[in-house]
């Protein structure tokens, strides 16, 4: 029962995925392409993780009910997801405005 919080989330991680893969759109190549498709791995992945750790709580307290088990695995998978997502929009905006300042600074330097 603990994959059911995932396949309630899906559709939901599956938009957020598309927007970060989409946006910025340039530049877009190859080491962008990686970053972004490790970052969402990533995320998915430690979201599975978080899941099945958040069920696992669920079923260990003996005074919640059972829908608890469900909650608690919702909560803990999106708090994962979105911990990672927002941890890789960050790092990549860094590294997306370093690398055009290396470009700017490199066309500079050719034109002089």
Do not use: E, N
């Not at 991680?13 to 759109?25: A, E, I, K, N």
């Not at 962008?32 to 970052?39: N, P, Q, S, T």
């Not at 669920?58 to 005074?63: A, E, K, T």
């Not at 990672?84 to 055009?100: D, E, I, P, Q």
Request: a positive charge; glycine letters at 8%; hydrophobic letters at 60%.
């Amino acid at each position: 029962m603990a994959w059911l919080s995932l396949l309630l989330f899906l559709p939901w991680f599956v938009l957020l995925g598309t927007l970060y893969w989409l946006f910025p759109r340039h530049p877009r190549d190859t080491a962008r392409r990686l970053f972004d498709g490790v970052a969402l791995l990533l995320a998915f992945v430690l979201s599975i993780l978080a899941m099945l750790w958040g069920h696992h709580i669920g079923v260990v307290q003996s005074d919640a009910g059972p829908i608890w088990r469900q909650v608690l695995a919702v909560l803990y998978a999106y708090g994962a997801f979105l911990a990672v997502m927002v941890a890789a929009v960050l790092l990549r905006g860094g590294w997306l405005a370093a690398r055009a300042t290396k470009a700017a600074s490199k066309s500079a330097g050719d034109t002089a």
